[in-house]
């Protein structure tokens, strides 16, 4: 999972960065009400945010770099 998301192109990164959002929301509403099955779940959700944020932030259509560039 860790590596899964190198592969995406800049809207699938945004769209999943979303989709993990909202789930570490609903996480973390259900940790304060007491209803979570897996606690380490929340960590990892914070931890993929984190990945895809980075991912996004040194795509080459936001920093302005071909590929083949360095």
């Known amino acids: 999972m860790r590596n899964s998301f190198k592969d995406l192109t800049f809207e699938e990164l945004v769209q999943k960065r979303e989709e993990v959002v909202t789930r570490y929301r609903d996480i973390r509403f ?3 009400v007491g209803h979570v099955d897996n606690p380490l779940e929340k960590r990892e959700l914070r931890r993929q945010v984190a990945r895809l944020n980075t991912l996004i932030y ?3 259509d936001v920093t302005g770099e071909q590929e083949g560039d360095s």
């Open 30 to 32: 259900n940790m304060v």
């Open 58 to 60: 040194n795509h080459p």
